[in-house]
């Protein structure tokens, strides 16, 4: 790049970074007056002031009167009403998909990354088809959506429990059957416009999204594991994820247990193991009868359930000598044994660990549900949040209209 390229294209940097500056304090703090955005971000007020003209011209940030915003305790702020500048919710939007195995879950996130809308359906993912699956996903994010809202979304982000890249390339994703498929590349080409994707390990995902959610979750070393069918994991630290030489991090399914029955972890406690068990008992048993049956203290269900736990608290003990995490956060379908079972989990993981190792917490988290695909929302706005914002990157910051093709 030449002198004059790079003098010319600084000052666009700046402001785009004084802009992407501006929403990340609205964002984590809320409501904030120009003086106090000028002190969070190192700027005079006038400096502020000028971004945040940009910002409102360009429909992301908006004026509110003092008195209409309340405080953390849910009361009105007291003194002398001013001026505030606030994050415009809907502003834009961020779709997050999860392809799984039995179901596919699609959430739509706003500005402020809460959730807006969520919906999950039935998809057989064994052995399908790629461009079938990408397609039915796109479709169920757009299908209650207006054409002229589509220009609001700046993002889709898509979670699979497969080994891939970076880039969104999947080397293997055994459970749905599929081998090198250039995922992020294959979503482009059936997207309706030019939107930015990007795709990511479920585990991944899951983790990205708690940690966005659940800013505890963010400080020390957390391990996030995905019990569906397979078993996927994550790990962040100080609140990023933590990849791994090739990607692959976290890939606690593939570990080896004790038990010769079983060639790993995912085929020892997934949900096709539980209910392959139990339906001998009893044949028509789906995962929420087999819960009840645990609940309800039936012999053959406890049973099954103390041989999960004890396989279960052998992969604890591996992790905790691999990485020493300060907890263990779990998700998926199966993982809602595991509050049922916690005792004995606990009971086992002292009989293996060596005393001179610390035992992680574990938590179950109930909002699971739709956390790989939230994670994945949550990507594509944590991407919007950074200098990557496709909208700033712009001689001049322009609306949400001017981002699609």
Known sequence: MNHATFASSSPRRIRQSN?????????????????????????????????????????LVREVAENDVTNPAGQPRAGRPGILVEIVPEAVFFAGIEIGV??????????????????MTRFEGHDSDPEAAVRMAIEQVFLEMRKDSLARCQGIGIAVPGQMNQDGFIHVAPILGWRNVDLTGLARGLLPAEIPVCAENDGNAFGIGI????????????????IENGVGGGIVIDGKLFRGGNGLAGEVGHLKTRNPAYRNLEQAIGRDRILSSYRQYKPDADLDFFLRDVRDRVPQAVQ??????????????????LIDPNRIVLGGSVAELYPLVAARVDAHIRELQAATFPIPEIVFNESA???????????????????????????????????AS
């Open 211 to 226: 940690t966005y959610s659940q800013p505890e979750a963010a400080s020390g070393v957390t391990f996030f594991m995905v």
């Open 304 to 321: 099954l359930a103390e041989e999960w736990a004890v396989l279960f608290a052998f992969a604890v003990v591996q992790i905790s000598r």
């Open 369 to 403: 549900i739709y956390g790989a695909a939230f994670g994945a929302a949550c990507m594509m706005h944590q991407r919007f949040m950074s200098l990557d914002n496709q909208m700033l990157n712009k001689d001049a910051v322009s609306g949400p209209d001017a981002s």
């Open 19 to 59: 802009s992407v500056a501006t929403l990340n304090a609205l964002h984590r703090f809320g409501p904030l007056s120009r003086a106090d955005l000028a002190r969070h971000m190192g700027v005079n007020r006038s400096s502020a002031g000028n971004i945040v003209l940009e910002l409102v011209e360009a429909g």
């Open 102 to 119: 039995e179901h596919m879950t699609c959430v739509e996130i706003d500005l402020a990354g809460k959730i807006v809308r969520s919906t």
